[in-house]
Every structure is written in C-alpha cells, then in structure tokens.
C-alpha cells in the first residue's frame, strides 16, 4: 500500500490537466483504430536509409561527440547548420541567436519560464496549436485569443485588442501564432497579414513567437517568407523542427531570438535537463549538412500531398452537404467545419467505438470554445485507411443529424 | 539592433543562475585544459560496437518506432525492461510507477513542479549533486542541509532536524540524496544508515528521493542495497540514468515511485517536451534487452578503477601533506580538502591558467559553504592527463601557501 503523496503536491500541480492530443495517443496505439489525432508523421517519411549512413559516420567520429555531454545551448556544429538554414529562409542568424530544444515545444516552455509571471496576457490565435496551453498554463497567464480566417490572423482585430490593451496600461508578453499550415487549421496567413504582423511588434512592442515547423513541408505554391524575415527589428523569434522533416524520435527543435533572450532560455534549460540529447541533435547535423534533408523532401512532400488529396476527395464523397473544410497547401492537417448542431467532443467516444478518432476543437480555443470542429492528420494514415475512415466519420455525422445512411458503396 | 526584451521577463527569470559545473563546459570544450570539471564519461567506456548492432535493429522494426511519437511517460518495452531491471536490485516495479524522463536531471526539475510551493522545505545532504540547486530553484524552496561524513548521511542529525520542523508544524517536502558513489564526494551510505532513513521517511511522513546513477559503476566491494530495496511502504522515489553506464548523447533518465506520483511528473512533462526522446529510450531498452550492458559493464568498471588508481596514487605522491581526500569505492568522482586557508573558487582561474580545470566545491552547499573543497571527476582525462593534471594541482597548492615547489620529477 503505497502512501498519499498528495497532501504535499505544490499548488501548481493542481493545475495540471492533459492535453486531448495526449490523451488520444492511448489510443492510436491501439492498431485496429484509425487516427486522424496525432501529428504523427508517417513511416514511410523517415529517411531510414540516410539515417544507416549517418549513424556509422557518428559511430567513426573521434571521441564519439554525438554520445557525450554537450553545451546547453545546444551542439556548435548544429547550430552552425541551423544558421544557414535559417539564411535561406531569409533569416540572418547567428549561433548565439540559437538554441537548441527537446521539440519546439520545449521552447515554448521555456518562453513561459522567461515571460509569464502569474496574470500576464499571452496572445494566441483562436484557435491555436493547444500544446501552447499545455506548455504555459503552470506559468497562470491570462490567455487573450484573437481571430483568424481563411487568410491567417485578422491584423486589424490584432491592432484594435493591442490599443485597448495599451489604453490600460497593459503590456502583453508575446503573441504566439503559427503562420504556415496552422496547426490546427491548416491555414497559412498572407504575406499582407505578416508585414502588418511585424509592424504592430514593433509598434507595441510585443515579441511574436512564430512556430514554424511545417516550413518545408509544402505541397504546392511558392514559400511565403517567414514572419521573422520581414522582421528587421528583432521583435519576432522563431522556431523549428526536425520532428516533421527528420524524425520526432529525436526530439530536435530550436528557437531564434535576440541573443540576451536565447541566453537567458539556456540558463532555463541548464536546471531542466542540462542539453538536447546530443545523438539527436548530431544526426539532425548531418542531415542537413550532407545535404540529405533537401533530397529527402520531396519524398516526404510527395507522399502527403497524395494523402491529403485522399482525404479531400474522400470528403467530398461522403461528408454530408453542410461539413466544410479547409484546404491545406503543405503540413499534415486540415480542420472540418460540421453542422453547429453537433458537438465533436461528444461525438468522439461513438467514433472511436466505429474505430476512428481524430482531435476536438475544442482544446485549440482559448476561452470558450467552438464546438463543431475537427482537426484531421493525414500524414499518419495509410490511403485505405483515410478512406475508410472519413467514411465512417462522414457516416457519423449523417446519423448525429438523423439523416440517412449514404447509399452509395464508399470509395476503395 | 535587437529591442530589450528584459523589462518584459518574469520575476522568476530574474532567479535564474548559472550553475558551477555547466560553465566549466565552456573550458573543457578547449582540448588544451586537462578537465577534472564535468562528470563526462571516457568516450573509450562508450559501448560502440553494441551500438551498432542496436541501430542496425532498430531501422529494421516494422514502422521503425523508435524514429515516431511515443507515449509521455515513456517507451512501454524500456518501462518493462527496466522493471526487470530494478527487480534485480531488490526493488519490485510496475511500469505504471516508472516515467523516463530527459536525464534524471529532468525528473528533479519535475519534482520541483509536483511537490513546492515558494518556501517549501527540500532536505538536502551537505554537500549535495548541485543540479538538485538548477532544478528546484526556479521553485523557491528552502533548502535544509544534512551533514554527512564518510559513512554518508547523519541520520541522527536528520532526525533532530525532523524533530524539531515537527515541533513547528512544518512538513518538509522531500529528502534528496545519491547514497551510492556520491555526487560530490564519491561516499557510499552505510546500508545501517540505509535502514534508519528508511525509518525516518516512514516515521515523519517525508518522501526520500534516491538518487542513484552510478550504482553499476561499482569497482570493488559488494553492493550496497538501494534505499528504495529496504523500504516496505512506499516513501522512497528511485532515480537512475543511462549517461554513466551507455552513453549521456542519449538522454536516458528515469524515476520510479507511487503511480500517483508518476501519473502527475507524466502530466506535468506533457507540457513541457511531450515525451522523451523515443530514439534514445528504445536504444537504451537494447542495450538492457540484449544483455549488452551486463557484458560490457565490467569494462567500464576496470577502466575507471584504473583512473580512480592512478588519481589516488598521483594525489599521494604530489600534493601536501595537510590535503585530504575520498577513496571511492565507484562512480566518477573523489573529493578533495585542501589546507582551510585556501579558497578553492579563488584558486580555480589561476588552476586553469596553468591548464587545470576541477570544480570548486561551493556549489554543493545549501548556504554557507565549505570553502576549501574540489570535485575532481577521474573517469573523463586520460591517464597522463591525470598524473599531469593533478601533479599541477599538486604545485598550484603549495604555491598558494607559500611552499616550495615539489623538486622530485612528476609522474608520467
């Protein structure tokens, strides 16, 4: 008979809560269900040929830096790589503007660490990628949510919210916003929107945290440049990922910044876990340096895109008339609309008992939420499974309604 | 020119510090200075033919899930594994009371969220690992010190000090300790001792928190029973890592207690890195699964027995007389005690100018330290490295007291 710890759980612990995604990895792992849920990329992304040539270059190096202790900030070597990287996204960078994280979403923890005293407004999307409230509510900040549409962020909503804020003599933290292929929504924001972005940072002057980790994972259309290109005041830190290009087995993420901030998001990091997994951080390394991860993509963009097709096509077979859906251009999600009579938190459990899940709307708000969303992942499923699946989702929602039942055979 | 962020950092931010050992990275990053600094491992103990062995299966497993997502509180093959694993060591575990975490440095940075609130009481022993500082202090606890002599903690004091917070109604929140091949110090707790905290955990209510990641690096003697293997009821948290015994690139750490406990860090590490490297984790599960580690651990211990040897004999030959240090029965490190004039924080940048770096032995106290200490960690140099290094330690001590330099010749 264990004891209760609980008496002596800090008051923060109280306010631990998990995030839906997480929770319906427990089911993902089941292998008869078909999740829309995670971000997971699929199998059949990861360069497993590349990784054999670079393991045994690690393997051969002197001294074997790739297992040893590293610098908190991250690998040198890495952050060199990361910083041209960076230059051809048109984001002049310099190592000790870098750092390297477990995941981008370590930084976003270690942004709540740096920022957020209790009561500090951070600025999201509505909605927003919900692993930002995962990562800063033990921080207590009060969540101000401003609205997008199929364009990205709604600036002059930004601006009116700002000069209220100022009208009080509140000083937001920082905005959080993920521009290309939005997670959840799939939406990326025009480049009009992101020059007005910058220019209301520094105006307000309000850092803006751009989550950029579908980047390189485009379909179609031309880049559009990254917030923190258009930026030439330093008011926009950016991050990355190597979880959809490489592999998130590895858990590299970074952070750009001023430099007093990445230093001071390091010194964070010193108490959290001393380093990014150096083994990680060295095979991100070589994939970039040997050039690997520019011939790789294509494959990765090739294979989503097929998928996302998949499931558009699929939809638009079988969803009832009044289910709408975004249309992404790159990334691995797209976000469905369903008639505002239905609530997706609660139409989840009946779904997973058909053998499909995907995530809610519900945990991408902050505040009240809108009810009848759903964020749908197509880079994990296989095309049979998309099929399938939205078919089955596309069933559900007839019967939520009452409707009938589609009479035509679903698609192979 | 970047804006100032500073006026817009948390209060906490402000309490964030460098931690001693951590800055010595910078030096011993130079290949010049002969580093008695970080508990580095050799990179000859660095098992890489297993490893190759173990990447070659894991890019073969179907769907390679090693390289994808997993869940938060771990792989459930390590968890297994390292339940067999803590069996053998006399602690019976379910892979419900096991989260692995990014280093054991992580799961003290999520006891520090679990269990304080700002002016909780955390004991430590004095001295004590000084990443315990980095992890909990952005929690602002009070540390309480608990003397130790060679036999490790005095639980006598412990309880009087147990007494008297008892006295005034205050429950501290933990006792943390590394009983085995202690960080700094190199001491092993008496299993006599072992038994007696064991009582106390249970007579005071107050969880103990084991620190053990050198437990296999044991060069001679018999081991020493964990704490958590003599402890019937439940008060004791386990901690281990694969950094000393594989390899630290990995990142593999992992902590084992009530499931309440683990279910709560497991919330909390949601938040802030999702999951620990799946890479790393599913090598490490090889390396136990294969009984890899069991055969290569033996080299391990014999090659730092060695080092530990020619530390101890070169200290003998070339310091004075007036010094003082452990023999260490395993691990990585020994303790010095120089003569109490000097000030080893004020000796260290003139030690490093001659080409030495240790690490000076303030930032093991809670409070007013002991000034005239080193940790000087013998598994990382080369053996010249060590005759040489110490030899110039040996001289920069007499220099400091004024006494003549040593005229017979160093060792080689």
New interface residues.
């Given amino acids: 008979?264990?004891?209760?710890?609980?008496p002596?759980?800090?008051?923060?612990?109280r306010l631990?809560?998990?995030?839906d995604v997480?929770e319906l990895?427990?089911y993902s792992?089941d292998p008869t269900v078909i999740s829309f849920g995670?971000?997971?990329?699929s199998?059949e992304a990861?360069p497993?040929e590349d990784?054999?040539v670079i393991?045994?270059e690690l393997?051969h190096e002197d001294?074997?830096?790739?297992?040893?202790?590293?610098?908190?900030p991250g690998d040198p070597l890495l952050k060199n790589a990361l910083a041209t990287m960076l230059a051809s996204r048109g984001i002049p960078a310099k190592a000790d503007q870098i750092i390297v994280?477990?995941?981008a979403?370590?930084a976003l923890?270690l942004f709540g660490?740096?920022?957020?005293?209790p009561g500090?407004i951070a600025m999201v999307t509505q909605p927003t990628y919900l692993?930002i409230f995962?990562?800063?509510?033990?921080?207590q900040p009060t969540y101000h949510g401003v609205p997008t549409d199929n364009e990205g962020i709604l600036p002059d909503v930004l601006e009116e919210n700002l000069q209220a804020l100022a009208m009080d003599r509140i000083?937001p933290?920082?905005l959080y916003i993920v521009p290309t292929f939005h997670n959840p929504t799939g939406v990326t924001t025009s480049l009009r929107r992101r020059r007005a972005l910058v220019d209301l940072a520094a105006e307000y002057?309000i850092?803006i945290i751009e989550d950029d980790p579908y980047y390189d994972v485009r379909f179609e259309g031309d880049p559009v440049p990254p917030i923190a290109s258009l930026d030439k005041?330093?008011?926009v830190i950016y991050l990355g990922s190597f979880?959809k290009v490489l592999?998130?087995?590895?858990?590299v993420g970074f952070a750009h910044g001023?430099?007093?901030?990445m230093g001071?998001m390091a010194?964070?990091k010193?108490?959290?876990?001393?380093?990014?997994?150096?083994?990680?951080q060295?095979v991100a390394e070589r994939y970039l340096s040997l050039g690997l991860m520019k011939k790789h993509l294509p494959r990765i963009r090739k294979l989503y895109r097929r998928k996302r097709d998949v499931m558009l096509a699929t939809m638009k077979e079988t969803w009832p008339d009044n289910a709408e859906w975004t249309r992404p251009l790159g990334g691995l999600f797209l976000w469905a609309t369903v008639d505002p009579t239905i609530d997706t938190k609660a139409l989840l459990p009946r779904a997973a008992q058909k053998g499909v899940i995907y995530v809610a709307g519900h945990g991408f708000y902050a505040g009240q939420p809108e009810v009848n969303h759903m964020r749908l992942n197509f880079s994990f499923p296989s095309d049979p499974n998309i099929r399938k699946g939205i078919g089955i989702l596309g069933e559900a929602l007839r019967e939520e309604k009452g409707a009938p039942p589609l009479l035509v055979p679903m698609a192979k």
């Fill in positions: 008979m264990a004891p209760n710890l609980e002596l759980f800090s008051a923060r612990a631990l809560k998990a995030s997480r990895l427990k792992q995670g971000g997971l990329p199998p990861f497993v990784l054999r393991f045994e393997l001294n074997t830096p790739a297992l040893q202790y590293g610098p908190t994280t477990h995941g979403q370590q923890e660490r740096v920022f957020l005293d500090d692993g995962t990562a800063l509510s033990i921080y000083q933290k920082f002057e850092p005041e330093g008011w979880s592999a998130p087995g590895f858990r001023p430099a007093d901030l001071k010194l964070a010193q108490g959290v876990d001393l380093f990014t997994n150096g083994f990680g060295r």
